[in-house]
Nanobody
Framework: VQLQASGGGLVQPGGSLRLSCTIS????????MAWYRQTPGKQRELVAL???????TYVDSVKGRFTISRDNAFKTVNLQMNSLKPEDTAIYYC?????????????WGQGTQVTVSS
């Protein structure tokens, strides 16, 4: 199983990017699909997650600017990022979490660089 993230790049402040993450292979019993980000010297932080039918959670700094979505087959998770700010610059990682026999497993994509700069 692999998670392939794409869509990162260089964008000016105020611009938009759309990140996508596609699962190759099969992961059963997915209960969370999420995006995290990390900058040098800092811990990876949760940006947004979707769980259940349509429940979503966002870190305060991106509320109203970012939107997470997934397909009904749980094969793709997207992150639409609008009104980007320089502080959004980071490597973004997609994450999928499932539960099997009472144990939680995390799967990670390879990361995609987002740079917001004029």
């Amino acid at each position: 199983v692999q998670l392939q993230a794409s869509g990162g790049g260089l964008v000016q402040p105020g611009g938009s990017l759309r990140l996508s993450c596609t699962i190759s292979g099969f992961i059963s019993n997915i209960n969370v699909m999420a995006w995290y980000r990390q900058t040098p010297g800092k811990q990876r932080e949760l940006v947004a997650l979707t769980s259940g039918v349509d429940s979503t959670t966002y870190v305060d700094s991106v509320k109203g600017r970012f939107t997470i979505s997934r397909d009904n087959a749980f094969k793709t998770v997207n992150l639409q990022m609008n009104s980007l700010k320089p502080e959004d610059t980071a490597i973004y990682y997609c994450n999928v979490r499932n539960v099997l026999m009472g144990k939680q497993f995390d799967y990670w994509g390879q990361g995609t660089q987002v740079t917001v700069s004029s």
